[in-house]
């Protein structure tokens, strides 16, 4: 099982659209996932990129680095 999910670009920015998300998870995992970590601690387990919106720039210089 994955320790922490990121979500970034536009959808993480819309502040009204991160409780929306972490309900459906929840909603949907209900079933299926005991662990308690995941289940009543959404908020440290999904979560917006550290980097906020230069992730994406610097993922990018990170991959170009690396070739």
Avoid: C, W
Wanted: charged share 15%; hydrophobic share 45%; aromatic share 4%.
């Amino acid at each position: 099982m994955p320790q922490t999910l990121l979500f970034g670009g536009g959808i993480i920015n819309q502040r009204q659209l991160s409780p929306k998300i972490r309900a459906e998870v929840h909603h949907l995992l209900a079933d299926y996932v005991q662990h308690p970590s995941v289940l009543h601690h959404l908020d440290d387990y999904i979560v917006p990129p550290g980097l906020g919106k230069r992730a994406g720039i610097m993922g990018a210089l990170a991959l170009a680095m690396a070739l």
